[in-house]
């Protein structure tokens, strides 16, 4: 049995959320990753660091946020990226516009079964449940493994989406708490890994076999991105992988999209952005192909 | 399914033409009823009506197949002096220029109708006497205020009636009801005092069912002779089928499909002519019209294409004819709306489930024809199949609006609760927009419009309106002078049950009224027991008579803003009473502060209990209040959480309110979240919505959701929503609507409305063109809270 925690820090609860796996799920985003990947569209989910977001768009600037500021900062000027500064909310309080956020708080596991007790009812209609996401979920295996026993007690079944880059030691008694689990297989060339998400791969093909021997059921997932993972060789790399050491194990590609860049920008990192360009259909489709020509089945949660 | 040519000829029309007024009906109406002075009104109403449907100059319009119209046109609205022309003399020239529903009228024709048809109605039309005779205290909060609304029953008719087609229509045909009339007559006697009303009854529906019959036959004959003349060998027989079909229906039961449409046409048609009505519903089509449908497919005589042929155009049919109404009415009933509720799916009498091929036929032909009309209600219960479901999550994905999904053992609660033998409960459809409901009865669905917001604000203001100063409720303490949270809700309730009392008054005013001046003799043999009785059913001739519907307007403004005074000023002590009446007094300028905390205080629609249990407390003590008061007939009240259109005009008259709203912007509808303020997602606005004890609010409730489109874009999108109205259902809801547009395509929709004629938007109870809404309605639908993905 592994160390437990009652509080972890949380990005995001997402109900309704019908693309991350069965029915209608209730996604629970957990703060902090050691990846960067460079088309991240959850730039906050970085750290497990509280942070502010501020919507230029809502701003009417009435400074309001600068005289509330124990630490004299402005935070309508992105004035924030500062030693002293602790995102403490105080500007969000007062701020008439909801110009102001913060980004990633500290919740109790009470707090998030409340929440997930009464979204259990459309679990039951429906065959959902929870997804823990992130960031990379396993990061907080100690929040994680309370979790995991609560809502299994509330009859309610975990899934989990994870990046595979974590210490598989710590959180091996997690794995067959699951009922599925997707992982992300970015690139099959190391180097090219290294390159795009800041680390290069041996882990995460390694963690990848291990979760697989647990036998849960598993999803691969590909986000999909023209300049990074879509040519042949790379596929045909990721296809042998699976099929050699995941068999049973199937795939879904998930399309490169913009819509982090809002995040970037309310974050203040706008320049940390990437743009990379999304794959057509054709593409995606001839992806696909692949890897059926290698008997990998296709399951879309969409 | 496609559409067929035809189909697509009759749609384009539709949707092209404006509406125009025919003034024909108010015409012959006036003129039969210069010929009639002294005889019992409701034999002069069914003399009208007859003389209309022997005079009208009838006409059958290029490619229909179901025929009729109560007007010159084939989108004609018609007049109604006998209820109210003042309104009309006031408006008609503006009626092109309005924002609201405007309707095209001639000079010549409003010159005509100023000289030959109004002098005859003054002093004589229901309006001017509801105004004579209610109570000045009760006027001054009930006429054209906003407060507590009920123009639509003594300016208009009634409507809010589902014909009998089961057992009545269909099984007897009007000959057969004509030979009832006429034997019950034969055994009365002048000599009997109790019987002379039912002698006066009975010859007005002689009249009425000669009159019908003889429409119909009027139409047959012109078809003969049209074929006689028309040189397209196809339309010529089609011509010639109509003449048959007309020949028998509705004098007699159907012995087609064709026939039993054209027969369901012709009652809407005499329901019509009678009265310009609202929510004059078709009720459960699927159920009725199935063994007509089935015995032709079987026997050959109809394919499956020609069915739904004849279905899409029976939906053209109801949204051709506009509803007549006064600018001050639109703000309520926006859309042409007619609220002409047609309901498919749900359980049979038996408790076995009830879907068919119609009921999928029905779903599919609103999404092929994209009409305002019928107002398209599903039955979804426990057991129901997985394949009608999946249809209904089809059609919400269209963006239509349709169709209204009820939990089918909802409405039969409701129904059990206001006294209906169970039988009859399980066999409910809508009336109007959300309202369970059952063919044999008479009841006003929509009596009055209460605005809960208004009692709210005089608790808070002394008694006076903010916007005008005028004292409008019960005597109030200042603002400052409150001492517990308690003491504010309680005064709050105690100015609901003032509006309630008057609600009360001007509803029985009206409904004694409506006996004695605008009887329905027609409509009468439509409902089951008026023959049987001998009385009309205005006069609660109907097997069943069910109590009034008062509607509560704003239940979650004054919820949410219920709350703000418990957090901030009791709990918190943040702010004083003092100091928000202040703020609520300018509008919340220069309180710029104070509202963001106002609007940081929990708000219902997200599972807050603190509050949703507050929502609940103002609904349960509502139902209490209403159920205290009885109508003319002795039955109870009913209280509802409605819709229409009503929450933007009660909230022009109400200021500012605690919850961080500001003055005139719009309430909330039915048990539905202030529009913007559900941020969680559908699902908690389902949950706080369940809490409310829906079963005994007898008279409807209503929650209106937008959907993304990217959340039903998909088979397991639909399959989920599918499964979440299910899980909302289990928890005793009665009904959710969905809107599945993106404000992209609503933003699009405002710049080239001529691109967007067809696009279907939902506004509260009922789905309607969203380029004909107003361009404050096309703001409030995009307000509403687009519940999306990341």
Not at chain 2, 700 to 710: A, C, D, I, P, V
Request: include cysteine; glycine fraction near 6%.
């Amino acid at each position: 049995m592994g160390e437990c925690s009652n509080k972890g820090i949380v990005i995001q609860l997402q109900d309704y959320s019908i693309h991350d796996g069965d029915g209608v799920r209730t996604t629970i985003f957990l703060a902090g990753c050691k990846l960067r990947c460079q088309w991240c569209a959850n730039p906050e989910s970085w750290t497990t660091k509280s942070k502010l977001v501020f919507y230029r768009h809502k701003c009417i600037g009435c400074m309001k946020c600068a005289q509330a500021c124990p630490v004299n900062l402005v935070p309508c000027k992105m004035d924030r990226h500062n030693d002293i500064f602790t995102a403490c909310g105080k500007c969000v309080e007062v701020c008439t516009q909801k110009a102001l956020d913060i980004a990633c708080s500290e919740k109790s596991a009470d707090d998030l079964v409340h929440k997930i007790e009464r979204d259990a009812l459309f679990f039951r209609y429906s065959g959902g449940g929870v997804t823990f996401s992130g960031g990379e979920p396993f990061l907080q295996h100690k929040f994680l493994r309370v979790l995991l026993d609560r809502f299994e007690e509330l009859g309610v079944n975990s899934w989990v989406e994870t990046c595979g880059y974590f210490n598989f030691e710590v959180v091996q008694d997690l794995i067959p708490k699951f009922d599925h689990i997707f992982l992300d297989i970015k690139h099959m060339d190391s180097e090219k890994h290294k390159e795009f998400t800041g680390h290069s791969n041996e882990l995460i093909l390694e963690n990848a076999k291990k979760i697989y021997a647990a036998g849960v059921p598993m999803t691969i997932r590909i986000p999909t991105i023209v300049e990074v993972n879509l040519a042949d060789e790379n596929l045909e790399k990721t296809a042998q992988f699976i099929r050699n050491n995941l068999p049973l194990a199937t795939i879904e590609l998930l399309p490169y999209h913009e819509l982090g860049k809002a995040k970037y920008i309310s974050l203040g990192i706008e320049d940390k952005f990437i743009k990379f360009t999304t794959p057509t259909e054709d593409q995606i489709s001839h992806a696909y192909d692949i890897f059926k020509s290698y008997g990998i089945e296709v399951t879309e949660y969409r | 399914m496609n559409t067929t040519q035809r189909i697509e000829r009759l749609r384009q029309n539709y949707v092209n033409s404006k509406p125009s007024v025919c003034i024909e009906r108010a015409r012959i109406f006036t003129e039969s009823h210069m010929r009639t002075e002294g005889l019992p009104t409701p034999i002069r109403r069914a003399q009208a009506f007859y003389d209309f449907c022997n005079e009208f100059e009838v006409k059958i319009f290029e490619d229909e197949l179901i025929v009729g119209t109560a007007g010159k046109f084939r989108r004609s609205g018609i007049l109604t002096p006998e209820f109210s022309w003042k309104w009309v003399d006031k408006e008609m020239d503006q009626f092109d220029k309005r924002p609201q529903d405007p309707y095209e009228m001639t000079d010549e024709q409003r010159s005509y109708v100023r000289k030959n048809i109004f002098p005859y109605w003054k002093g004589k039309s229901l309006e001017e006497h509801f105004l004579s005779i209610l109570p000045a205290e009760t006027a001054k909060i009930a006429v054209d205020t906003g407060i507590v609304d009920n123009d639509s029953k003594w300016r208009q008719a009634v409507g809010e009636t589902t014909p009998d087609y089961q057992d009545v229509l269909f099984p007897l045909g009007f000959q057969g009801i004509l030979k009832q009339a006429e034997d019950a007559l034969a055994k009365l006697d002048f000599a009997n005092p109790e019987d002379l009303d039912k002698i006066t009854f009975y010859k007005s529906t002689i009249l009425t069912s000669k009159g019908i019959m003889r429409f119909a036959e009027r139409y047959a004959a012109l078809a003969e002779q049209m074929a006689k003349e028309e040189h397209n060998e196809e339309r010529c027989k089609e011509l010639l089928c109509i003449a048959k079909v007309c020949r028998n229906v509705p004098a007699n039961p159907p012995n087609s499909f064709h026939e039993a449409v054209q027969f369901v046409w012709f009652v809407q048609l005499g329901a019509i002519i009678s009265e310009n009505p609202l929510a004059l519903n078709p009720g459960r089509f699927d159920q009725y019209m199935f063994p007509f449908f089935d015995a032709d497919i079987k026997g050959g005589v109809l394919n499956k294409e020609a069915g739904e042929e004849l279905v899409q155009a029976l939906w053209l049919k109801f949204s051709e004819w506009v509803w007549t109404i006064s600018a001050n009415t639109t703000g309520y009933f926006a859309g042409y709306n007619q609220f002409q509720n047609l309901t498919v799916g749900g359980r049979k009498r038996d408790g076995s489930d009830a879907t068919n091929e119609l009921s999928y036929i029905c779903l599919e032909a609103t999404d092929k024809v994209r009409t305002h009309q019928p107002g398209l209600s599903v039955r979804i219960h426990s057991d129901c199949p997985q394949k009608f479901l999946d249809a209904v999550t089809a059609l919400v994905s269209k963006g239509t609006g349709f169709p209204a999904i009820h939990n089918d053992q909802a409405g039969a609660q409701m129904l059990l609760q206001a006294g209906y033998e169970p039988e009859d409960a399980r066999d409910w459809s809508n009336c109007g927009c959300v309202v369970p409901h059952f063919r044999k009865t008479g009841q006003w669905t929509a009596a009055v419009n209460i605005n809960f917001a208004a009692a709210l604000e005089y608790a808070l203001n002394e008694g006076k309106s903010r916007l005008t100063g005028e004292k409008m409720g019960l005597d109030a303490k200042p603002a400052a002078s409150y001492a517990s949270f308690e003491e504010v809700k309680n005064a709050t309730l105690e100015q609901m049950k003032n509006l309630i009392y008057h609600s009360v008054v001007a509803t029985v005013v009206a409904q004694k009224l409506h006996t004695q001046l605008v009887p329905r003799p027609f409509l009468s043999t439509c409902i089951e027991d008026c023959i049987k009785n001998g009385k009309d059913l205005s006069n609660g001739g109907a097997h069943y008579n069910v109590g009034p519907v008062l509607t509560g307007i704003g239940l979650a403004v004054v919820a949410n803003s219920l709350a703000v005074i418990k957090k901030l000023v009791y709990e918190d002590k943040v702010t004083t009473m003092a100091e928000l009446n202040n703020a609520l007094n300018a509008n919340w300028v220069g309180y710029e502060d104070l509202r963001a905390k106002a609007l940081r205080v929990p708000k219902y629609g997200n599972d807050d209990d603190y509050v949703d249990d507050i929502a609940k407390e103002i609904a349960n003590y509502y139902y209490k209040e209403t159920r205290s008061h009885k109508d003319i007939f002795g039955s109870k009240f009913n209280s509802a959480f409605m819709g229409i259109s009503n929450y933007i005009p009660t909230g022009k008259v109400v200021g500012a309110t605690p919850c961080g709203r500001e003055a005139k912007k719009p309430i909330t509808e039915g048990v539905s979240p202030y529009a913007g303020s559900d941020v969680s997602s559908p699902l908690a606005a389902m949950r706080s919505s369940a809490k409310m004890n829906h079963d005994v609010h007898t008279g409807g409730t209503l929650l209106n959701l937008r959907l993304s489109e990217e959340m039903v874009k998909t088979p397991k999108g639909r399959k989920d929503l599918g499964n979440i109205i299910r899980a909302y259902f289990s928890l005793g809801a009665f009904h959710v609507q969905f809107n599945t547009l993106s404000t992209e395509v609503l933003r699009k929709a405002q710049k080239n409305p001529e691109e967007y004629k067809d696009l279907l938007v939902r506004v509260a109870g009922y789905s309607t063109q969203f380029v004909n809404l107003s361009p404050e309605m096309q703001e409030a639908i995009i307000a509403r809270t687009a519940h999306t993905t990341m």
